[in-house]
């Protein structure tokens, strides 16, 4: 089984930071692996990524409350500061270090039960603790200190399956504005499921979720392709769940794109380009965004910009 705890952040000064406590790290090429993940993107978009190995014997969690520890790097938890819970991040490694605070402002939600099930070939987990989370602390990337004040994210996984074996490609993001928060996901399988596609939606307006569903239209439009990945990505995007939601968002910058490859041992780079067919690719993207939330009957609009991501193991478009 593969498991991870995943953290995001986009900062003040548009810096963006994610932190990963593998337990078993589902990525080809370091799949099963523990340790931890940093990754640090500067406003120029230049990108820092390290990924430290611990022997499993330097693992530990908590079954009975977020108390995740590699080596001597933590994410602990604490309830005594208000009715929803406060994490604390603490990871040092190398010449990137991050000393965060994850301050909770919705309510913990799950799809459904959280599971996905794809008949014999495995299983999907995924619950979002914190939907949307004020986030502070000190980043240190280097000889640079960041003082570190912004909006983040955090999501556990496990899954019993490594992805390329049942998903072509999945879309994902969160969309904050003043008061509303919306968690979304799309994941298209192979014909190994004939060809299902998994659907998560949530909405929140301030701290409580108003809306949890998989019934909704998820239309992407006009693609691009970018050299870098060998891949296609949607320039516009929209999620309509009529009467409940409609939200559209436009591209402005595609802020990474990477072959995925590029990141696998050598070997295992041949077999995956040439026996699997495999192509994986990887777009973060910046879009701006306009969303119509019905709360007790009547309609909420409000805009603003966001991220989101796409990460794909076949063509696209």
Excluded at 33 to 45: C, Q, S, Y
Excluded at 128 to 138: L, S
Excluded at 255 to 269: I, V
């Amino acid at each position: 089984m593969y498991e991870w705890w995943y953290f995001d952040a986009r900062l003040e000064g548009d810096y963006t930071v994610v932190v990963f406590f593998h337990a078993s790290n589902p990525n080809p090429g370091i799949a099963g692996k523990t340790g931890v993940e940093l990754v640090v993107v500067r406003p120029n978009g230049e990108k820092t990524q390290r990924f430290i190995e611990y022997d499993r014997s330097r693992f530990s969690a908590s079954r009975d409350q977020p108390d995740v520890r590699v080596g001597d790097n933590y994410l602990k938890v604490d309830y005594s500061r208000g009715e929803l819970p406060v994490y604390e991040i603490h990871v040092d490694e190398d010449d990137l270090s991050f000393d965060l605070t994850y301050t909770s402002e919705v309510h913990g939600w799950k799809p459904g039960d959280g599971y996905s099930h794809f008949g014999d070939l495995g299983y999907f987990a995924w619950v979002v603790p914190f939907p949307r989370a004020r986030v502070e602390g000190t980043v240190r990337v280097g000889d640079e200190c960041i003082d570190a004040r912004g909006v983040g994210y955090h999501d556990h996984n496990w899954l019993n399956f490594q992805f390329p074996r049942i998903i072509e490609y999945w879309m994902w993001g969160r969309i904050y504005s003043e008061t509303l928060t919306v968690c979304y996901a799309f994941i298209q399988c192979n014909k190994k499921v004939d060809y299902h596609a998994v659907k998560v939606l949530m909405a929140a307006r301030n701290e409580e979720v108003v809306l949890s569903t998989g019934e909704f239209d998820f239309v992407p439009e006009g693609f691009e392709y970018d050299d870098r990945p060998r891949h296609s990505y949607p320039k516009s995007l929209e999620l309509r769940a009529p009467g409940e939601i409609d939200v559209s968002m436009n591209v402005k910058k595609v802020l990474e794109a990477e072959d995925l490859l590029e990141n696998f041992p050598p070997l295992l780079r041949l077999l995956a380009k040439y026996v699997l067919r495999l192509k994986p690719g990887y777009f973060r993207l910046l879009s701006d965004f306009e969303i119509e939330l019905m709360v007790g009957g009547e309609p909420r609009k409000e805009q603003g910009r966001t991220l989101h991501e796409l990460v794909a193991f076949k063509p696209i478009a």
